[in-house]
């Protein structure tokens, strides 16, 4: 039977530690290197409904994309997110692995799914992570979409129900367009000076967006979720392409972060 050890060699292979930004915390996080492991439960984030569904599929390894343990834990206490996973993870015999900006910066990675979701063509980088421990990505729709209709294939692709946007203008087409899974709207002067219309990625803060529009620069929220989740499923079944033996599940998953009309009906 496969070791957990295997798995992450496995992982190694095609989003290699090497390509995380110095801050982040990817790989094992919890659990024995050695331990057999038929099955793995892949997600974005280790939450209490991942951890349910990973024992009721009686796996070994919860793969997730963000790192449930980033700083130093000087405390494992219950009552505390930290603390509640490691105890529960430790209870119930699982380990746990994240891959995170490794997979965010490697080919194929979180980054260029995201832009394949939108059907983009010519797909280059802006900056790479050996320049800015980040990978932005620029790519060509085959035909320049009216804000209306770049809003539409934006919602196809990522599952949203609306969109926010800050320097969309009616009156002007969009062609070539910038991507960054997660939190990049930080690089939006990168991809205006690289020639793109717009950048679509998340965690916006309020002064880029009247920046952005200054400039004439489209700014297109697709939530950390949503421009995250589709490329740690693509994740999984690299994997279970490179180990036919592991079992591999993915976790049913929901933003933590609701769209609610004025009446409080979720969108």
């Not at 320049?144 to 209709?149: R, V």
């Not at 939006?188 to 620069?217: M, N, R």
Request: glycine share 8%.
């Amino acid at each position: 039977m496969l070791k957990i050890a295997d798995i992450c060699h496995a992982l190694e292979e095609f989003a290699p530690k090497s390509l995380a930004a110095p801050w982040d915390n990817p790989g094992l996080l919890l659990g024995d290197a050695g331990a057999e492991c038929a099955s793995v439960m892949v997600a974005l984030d280790l939450t209490d409904s991942v951890l349910r569904q990973a024992e009721q599929a009686g796996c070994g390894l919860i793969i997730t994309h963000h790192p449930f343990i980033f700083a130093a834990q000087k405390q494992v206490l219950a009552g505390r997110y930290e603390g509640d996973m490691i105890l529960a993870l430790a209870q119930k015999k699982m380990a746990a692995v994240a891959c995170h900006t490794n997979w965010d910066n490697a080919l194929g990675g979180i980054n260029y799914t995201l832009a394949e979701a939108l059907g983009l063509q010519n797909i280059t980088p802006i900056c790479t992570p050996q320049e800015d421990e980040i990978l932005l990505l620029c790519g060509e729709f085959p035909s320049a979409l009216s804000a209306a209709d770049l809003t539409k294939t934006v919602c196809a692709a990522l599952g949203l129900p609306v969109l926010r946007a800050a320097g969309l203008d009616d009156n002007k087409t969009y062609r070539k367009l910038a991507v960054c899974g997660g939190a990049g709207m930080d690089f939006w002067p990168k991809a205006a000076a690289a020639g793109c219309d717009a950048l679509l990625s998340a965690d916006p803060k309020h002064h880029e967006g009247f920046q952005a529009a200054h400039a004439d620069f489209a700014l297109l929220d697709g939530t950390h979720f949503a421009t995250e989740v589709i490329g740690i499923r693509r994740l999984g079944r690299i994997l279970q392409q490179k180990l036919p033996d592991l079992t591999v599940h993915f976790a049913d998953e929901q933003d933590a972060w609701q769209f609610r009309d004025k009446e409080g009906r979720k969108y």
